[in-house]
């Protein structure tokens, strides 16, 4: 393969011809093809920011959770100085993997290869035998460290970088940050993982998870149509279901220019339920008052109204953002469940991580607020697990039908349909909208999704 | 005190001098109740498997991490899990499957095989239930793949003598596997 800015495949085809940028249309052999997959973990995983966890997994100086930075292993660990660090996997001796457990605490991890020896953050500490210097004179003991990321903590949710020199984080959130705000930042005492995250493993390119994760909206309806059958949008006395979440699909859509995007699903339905009013009645205040954010509950809205301006306060109590996406490999939910004890929130992030160009892990974390009341925690807990994740109710459809894009992505045919994102918004902002982007209202269409390919065609397109 | 909301009540211990002898009429009986859920959770029988579940039901698969020897006990994660299950959210997954048509994760279902082996049955401190150990390997053929899925498990149990019956009361889900090997546990363990 050629790496160019316009990258040619061994076959002569190029990075050009797998995309039109005119007619919206990526061609399906992106799904599956390895060289490309070659060419994502330089370009993207090796130069954007990447999800890997959150900070209340690892408390203490010491703690440490192996994760994924593309196709890499890394060490997140928090150090002597209680700052979070993240290194290469990856002894720099003779290439042994350094910690082959998923979580634990030391102040010094050994390879168990030859011996040696680095702190929590991925300084080299020393081999064994000092006086004999087994790691030679030809390089000093910084040179020898593990490789080091740059890390960003941003609402306690941990990012890193192989791009030393590159974008700062707040500049590849870009205009994502005053909604991503509302979500990560709503409380002084912050968030917390209510545990360690589910993994497994997919049978299906990163990207079917991905692109799905850049705010899809039409899926929802077909594919997790049981939610209205029998699940928690069945609609009071209609007969065996009905089977229409169309209501589910209004609102407004966000889209930034790395491919941060977002769904912010219109309360006014629930809130009228709710409160008997018509929303345009209630001052914003009133409206939070009758359905908080999820995870938080009515007497901690006063904290978190001194928090927020008053243009976002608006879009929390009217659209607020309840799916959407980390470019690359990163979704958020924070969505409001009815039940029959009324509207419950769930919190949760996934990570989708590359494992070759068939395969995935998915990973999935829970969350609520620390201040969370515990029964509340528990409560959201116990939701998101019956409707996400492993066993989800929900996204049990997503991950069996992955694989089958995957697979349809190599034959000689197929490999050259194309996936297509055609349905496009004609309007402006809704009337009154605050917030930053690039902004649809109504009906879901397909922008958010076209401006994930959009931002991976630039980075594919990147010599450097 | 999350925790102490999140843990399931702990089961009784599995004491030697509780042990039900293999072969004994009531070892018997609970080999044919584990036989033949796993006939009928193999065949679809979802309502019927769903009248031998306790109103009280607590179901959980813990998570699982890779650590040290010395930290085996601590292999096991129990406030988020792959499953944390009530009697009403297991009747939800039941019902997504019987009732509508669009369980996509498993329609069309899976072929599947539960074989269980290795049962090891305890009186407990309730005269009318019973600890039961046995290991399950689920074997999962999806669409036309040529592998399978295996899903490797110890089941911990309540079996609660209501009436006549047997029921389900409790059970505790051990997944060998840190990663699960399978698109989704949208299938009864």
Redesign the interface.
Known sequence: MQRSANPTLSDGTKLSDLINLETREVKMRTLSDPELYELEMERIFGKTWVFLGHETEIPNKGDFVVRDMGSDSVLMARGADNEVYVSLNVCPHRGMKIS?????NTQVHVCIYHGWAFKPNGDFIGAPVEKECMHGTMMTKEQLSLKKARVAIYGGLVFATWNIEGPSFDEFLGDAKWYFDTLWCRTDSGME???????????ANWKTACEQSASDGFHVL?????LS???PYRKPGSEG?G?DLTPEMYGTEVYTAHAHTMRCIELDRKIRRLTGKEPADLSVKEKLEALPPPGLTKEMLPEMLRRFSDDQLKVMAWRPPQVGNFFPNGLFEFVYIPTPDGVIGVMALHAYVPKGPDKL?FVN??LAEKDTP??L??TM??LG??LL?????V???D??????QTLAAKGAMSKEITLKYQAMYDNAKPEGWPGPGDVGDGFTKDDTQWRWWQYWHELMSAEN | ??QK??EPTPLPPSFKANRVRAGDSLYNEILDFLYDEAEMLDNLRLSEWAELITKDLEYN?P?R????TT?FAQTY?R????????YG?MM??V??IT????????DPPSRIKRLVSNVRVFKTDKENEFKVESYLLLTRS??DFDYFDLIPCVRHDILRREGSELKLARREILLDQ?????????IIL
């Open positions: 082959t457990h998923d979580v634990g993982v209510l545990g360690p995250p589910q993994r497994f493993t997919i049978r077909t594919l997790h149509r049981w059958e029998v699940g279901g089977g892990e974390w829970i515990p029964e925690k528990a807990l116990r697990v019956q994740g492993t066993s989800g109710m996204e049990q459809d991950s069996d039908t992955w694989p089958h | 005190m999350l909301l999140l698969a998570l991490h890779t650590r040290t930290q994660s406030n988020v899990q792959h499953l944390h299950e009530n959210s939800m997954r019902k997504r009732d509508t048509k669009s369980a996509w994760g498993e999806r669409f840190v990663v699960i090997g399978t698109p989704n546990l949208g």
